[in-house]
């Protein structure tokens, strides 16, 4: 079956999360991504969760769901003779995604001038925390410290307490998604007649980007002269999360165009012909204010999140149920789109996981892949090389 | 260095029928590298949540909502005035570089002229229920009859099939369906305290324009478009794979994580001097640990037996977030963040609006640019979150004004006559503002009172 990426190669010099989701999504599309890991592996070989809890670099839940479809290959490239590999390996790729912090592949006489003298179609793609220039290029960074410079975490959490990270390594994913982004643009204009580029793709800049809410409240704050805040739970009527019978939904009934609707839903008609009743939700009186959260509330609670999800979606409400991994995984609509993948892995046993984003038509996703064990494939990418693996061996290279 | 790599998108136009959040910010990606963007939107019916334009609220309420924090809506100066479809923050931070067209497909005339449209584009992105786009009788089936190489993203919430198939939600309802919204939450608080994210509107952007040039690059090679079905929640899922698998894996269902991560401790926010300002602080080394010590002069944490080790440090994280919460509060925010990078420790001032477009770095990188929108005025936005070295880019024209481009799009692009043209606009269904009888200048009557 023909697939999106069908004879792209894709060489992933990078670790962690960002740019090895950016090598999966070219991976599970059907391009031929080598992934290069230090001898010791990818740093999230190590980080878990693992299998049973039992540390073991080849059941990281976290390695084993970015890096489905690609070959891996050792190499240490802190040696020359390793760097003389590295160098054989990007000659042959078409993009190249790294993370190495910035400046280090100019001092290894790699840099994208020197790579794209007899090779002017390579896109290399470098992501770090701060970008390849300014001031702060040097500096760390981490999931929640670019969350907090760059993203919206100012915003998460009660006006009460402290500010809260989103979820997971949530930045580092969308920075990779944007670096893939690029990456195929770039091999666009190649396949047009163009040249390849070198993209510096920082994670801080992908957040200064980032739509959840950072750049509208940017413009806000640039149209009005005020900052947003944190806002105190429980702060709009009828609107936000609530507590359900077995859990929270977070369904919007106040001030909405169906707020009418919604008074006849929950049983308090009455209040339709309330004076209150068709004003912006933030000129309702504390009286009706009052009245509408405790019949809201107490509607909701009678009602499992799903059902009280269903039964206002029918009359036209925004909203939805605040589901745990448990309610996600057993979810009807989300096993009936098939959107699980089943793995099998010889160390982490079977198990399913998140599978296709996309749904193509013409071009449909091939069957689902394991992750690759360390170095599983250093026989056949080093020997399609012509390198001699035993003397790559011998010379701790790989 | 002199610009001569063309943007990788020049030459592809692009169709949007997209409302709210997500839809448009696939179609700004692809305008900021080239892409001819015309946006599709009606001036016979207001788009929800879109534009501005339903439910406006007075000069008077939009000033205090935005007092109290609140800008998912704002206008310029706090000022609906005439026309705040033309003035609204949430609009206008996607659609620069793009084109507007006014165009209502539910209408017979509207659908003939969107179909002519299709014939000349590339691609067409839309985020609307399922529901409207069948009944609108624009499906991909209809029309890759009219241009075979066409390529159409539909982002529906949850799919176009399946048991939610039609629930319309946000980008905060989507990340509660998919276990985002909990994950998030505070470990020891319940989610109606967490606010609410819209971080599936964010990826979906980049994942969608990823789809379109992969799409592109394709058709390249195979001549024919296709149709990418891609739901918000499902190009958001694969970012909680990790908490997924711990489920399929182990049977663990995951638990609010707020600022906590698997391993590392410290790893939070602490308070330093002022009102609500806070430093992220992520230490996984013992190295970062003696460095972060250092810096704030607590000797005694180093010495605390609990804390020699990693694993210490995470077992008594409680007591040595509340240690180090004693410590950062009297520094100046700024003054800690670049003292404890110079010695080597990974922390991140917690940064508003305002700190956000003062930051050395991003102003350094050129990432804040201005536009002027005739008659509304001269502003900073957010810029391009990519760079590329031999690619300079820059923001190209301003969001554009309800309308603003009928007469290029309708007579040049699409080869309306002028009197065909004219009879659009006579009767009402092509223009560049709301009729009266549509949206009622309600608040502007209440500022004169």
């Known amino acids: ?76 490239v802190e040696s020359e003779e390793g760097r003389r590999v590295l160098r054989r390996l990007i000659d042959d790729a078409d993009v190249v995604i790294e993370s190495y912090r910035p400046g280090q592949l100019t001092e290894w006489g790699l840099s994208y001038d020197e790579l794209a003298k007899d090779h002017p179609d390579l896109v290399l793609a470098s992501i770090t925390p701060f970008g390849q220039t300014g001031p702060w290029r040097d500096y760390r960074g981490s ?73 509208v409240y940017t413009t806000g704050y640039s149209y009005t002269g005020y900052v947003a805040k944190r806002q105190p739970p429980g702060s709009r009527v009828a609107m936000g999360p609530r507590p359900t019978a077995d859990g929270y ?65 029918d009359i036209g ?53 394991r992750a690759p064990l360390l170095g599983e494939h250093n026989a056949e990418v080093y020997g399609a090389l012509g390198l001699d693996l035993d003397q790559l061996r011998s010379q701790s290279v790989i | 260095m002199a610009n001569s790599n063309p943007l990788p998108l020049e030459g592809i136009r692009i169709a949007e029928i997209t409302v709210v959040w997500a839809g448009p910010h696939v179609t700004q990606v692809l305008a900021e590298w080239g892409a001819d963007v015309i946006r599709v939107e009606p001036i016979t019916h207001v788009q929800p949540y879109s534009r501005g334009g339903e439910r406006v609220s007075s000069k008077e309420v939009s000033r205090r909502t935005a007092e109290t924090g609140t800008l998912t809506g704002a206008y310029v100066d ?70 075979p190489r066409l390529i159409m993203l539909r982002m529906p919430a949850y799919g176009l099939d399946g048991p939610y198939k039609n629930y319309r939600g946000f980008g905060t309802h989507v990340e509660g369906m998919i276990g985002h919204h909990w994950l998030r939450g505070y470990p020891d608080g319940s989610p109606d305290e967490t606010g609410e994210a819209f971080t599936a509107d964010a990826l979906a952007g980049v994942m969608g324009a990823f789809a379109v040039t992969s799409a592109l690059l394709k058709r390249h090679q195979t001549g024919v478009g296709q149709q990418i079905e891609m739901p918000l929640a499902e190009a958001f899922l694969p970012a909680l794979g990790e908490w997924i698998l711990d489920y399929t894996m182990n049977g663990r269902v995951a638990q609010p994580q707020g600022n906590l991560h698997r391993t ?17 602080l992520d230490v996984a080394t013992d190295e970062e640990f003696r460095a972060l010590c250092d810096v704030l002069g607590t000797a005694e944490l180093l010495a605390d037996e609990r804390f020699q080790t990693g694993v210490g440090r995470k077992e008594h994280e409680a007591a040595l977030n509340q ?24 922390a991140g001032s917690v940064h508003d609006e305002a700190a956000l477009m003062q930051s050395p770095q991003l102003n350094d990188r050129g990432f804040f640019e201005e536009l002027t929108i005739s008659g509304i005025g001269t502003h900073t936005y957010p810029g391009i979150m990519t760079k590329w070295a031999n690619t300079p880019n820059h923001l190209r024209t301003p969001p554009p004004r309800i309308g603003e481009h009928n007469e290029e799009i309708y007579i040049d692009l699409l080869g309306y006559s002028r009197e065909e043209y004219d009879d659009l606009v006579a009767r009402g269904l092509v223009g560049t503002t709301y009729s009266e009888q549509l949206v009622p200048r309600t608040w502007l009557a209440t500022q004169e009172r």
């Open chain 1, 249 to 313: 939904a977070n369904i919007y009934a106040g001030g909405t165009k169906h707020f009418l609707a919604a008074l006849d839903l929950i049983g308090r008609p009455d209040l339709k012909d309330h004076p209150d009743a068709n004003k912006n939700i933030a000129l309702y009186s504390e009286d009706f204010a009052a009245e509408v959260e405790g019949s809201w509330m107490g509607w909701l609670i009678q009602r499992d999140k799903r059902t009280a999800v269903k039964e206002t979606q």
């Open chain 1, 317 to 369: 409400l925004l909203g939805g149920a605040i589901l745990t991994t448990e309610d996600l995984i057993t979810d009807e609509h989300y096993r009936s789109r098939g959107v699980w993948d089943t793995i099998e892995h010889p160390k982490a046993g079977t198990y399913e996981a998140p599978g296709r984003q996309l749904i193509l038509s013409d071009t449909p996703r091939q069957e689902p892949a």
């Open chain 2, 264 to 280: 590392h401790a410290p790893h939070s926010v602490f308070p330093t001097q002022g009102e609500d300002q806070w430093i992220a």
């Open chain 2, 323 to 346: 240690a180090l919460a004693e410590a950062t509060k009297s520094w100046v925010n700024d003054d800690l963040f670049h003292k404890l990078q110079a010695a080597g420790v990974t």
């Open chain 1, 143 to 215: 999931e929640i410290t670019l969350q907090a410079l760059g993203g919206p975490m100012h915003l998460n959490g009660s006006s009460y307490r402290e500010p809260l990270k989103s979820g997971g390594y949530v930045a580092q994913y969308h920075c990779g998604i944007a670096t893939a982004y690029a990456c195929v643009a770039a091999r666009l204009r190649v396949a047009m007649g163009g040249k390849g580029d070198h993209i510096d793709q920082a994670i801080y800049e992908a957040q200064a980007g980032f739509r959840d809410r950072r750049t």
């Open chain 1, 1 to 76: 079956m023909a697939q999106l990426f069908d004879g792209l190669k894709v060489l992933e010099l990078a670790q962690h999360v960002a740019g090895p989701f950016a090598g999966k999504l070219f991976a599970d599309y059907g391009a031929d991504v080598i992934k290069v890991e230090p001898p010791e592996g990818d740093r999230s070989r190590h980080e878990g969760p693992f299998k049973d809890d039992v540390p073991d670099p080849e059941t990281s839940a976290l390695f084993l769901h970015l890096n489905t479809h690609k070959k891996s290959v050792t190499l240490d």
């Open chain 2, 78 to 147: 706090c000022d609906p005035a005439e026309e705040p479809w033309n003035r609204n923050n949430a609009f206008n931070s996607h659609s620069r570089n793009k084109r507007s067209m006014a165009c209502d497909i539910m209408l017979p005339e509207g659908k003939e002229a969107f179909l002519r449209l299709i014939e000349k584009v590339d691609v067409l992105i839309e985020n609307n229920v399922p529901v409207t786009i069948e009944r609108a009788g624009i499906t991909y089936d209809v029309l890759k009859e009219i241009n």
